[in-house]
């Protein structure tokens, strides 16, 4: 079988890649969607996605595609640029309903390259999708000129820690986020 083919999302995507974002985000798609279940925050996010300018774009988004279909899915962007992103995405939210009361909770660093949310299909799990997207976004970091990226992870996540400690993330502090206790991981790039 041919490796999946590395690519930008297109807002022709959303089917595919939302579920799979939606999953890794979490509690936090929840609460952003105010919703309790993780498919009735899909339309949330798939307006979301195909809109530009938000934190939850499609142009921060890259796939794994294979055969014309999204395996894996990974939210990436500079961590300078989130206040800005995160900002547009509470207005979008706040205009489909201007009665909740929306904040921001920062996740990044500004001097990082951050990676937002990663999910694999269940189907394509252990394969190493998740790490060859990791591996990208941290050599189009360095690329671009940062010096580190960082991400988080659920502590009630350990084998995705592990995950993150093979591949040279070591923890550097922690955030609380949607009310679940995060470490924050960070990758010095060279």
């Known amino acids: 079988m041919p490796e999946p083919l590395l690519r930008r999302a297109r807002p022709g995507d959303a089917d595919t890649a939302v579920p799979l974002l939606v999953e890794a985000l979490d509690a936090l798609a929840l609460e952003l969607a105010g919703a309790s279940a993780a498919h009735v925050a899909w339309p949330v996010f798939r307006e979301l996605f195909v809109a530009r300018d938000n934190r939850y774009s499609h142009e921060h988004v890259w796939v794994l595609d294979e055969d014309g279909v999204v395996v894996a899915a990974m939210l990436a962007y500079d961590g300078r640029r989130e206040p800005a992103l995160a900002a547009a995405t509470l207005a979008?939210?706040?205009?489909?309903?201007?009665?909740?009361?929306?904040?921001?909770?920062?996740?990044?660093?500004?001097?990082?390259?951050?990676?937002?949310?990663?999910?694999?299909?269940?189907?394509?799990?252990?394969?190493?999708?998740?790490?060859?997207?990791?591996?990208?976004?941290?050599?189009?970091?360095?690329?671009?000129?940062?010096?580190?990226?960082?991400?988080?992870?659920?502590?009630?996540?350990?084998?995705?820690?592990?995950?993150?400690?093979?591949?040279?993330?070591?923890?550097d502090g922690e955030r609380m986020l949607a009310g679940r206790r995060h470490e924050h991981m960070a990758r010095q790039l060279h």
């Open 92 to 171: 979008l939210l706040r205009a489909r309903d201007p009665s909740r009361v929306l904040r921001h909770e920062p996740e990044s660093a500004p001097d990082e390259y951050y990676l937002d949310a990663l999910a694999v299909a269940p189907a394509q799990r252990g394969r190493g999708l998740a790490a060859r997207l990791i591996e990208a976004a941290c050599a189009g970091a360095f690329a671009a000129g940062h010096a580190r990226v960082g991400l988080l992870v659920d502590e009630a996540k350990p084998g995705v820690k592990r995950l993150y400690q093979t591949l040279g993330f070591t923890v």
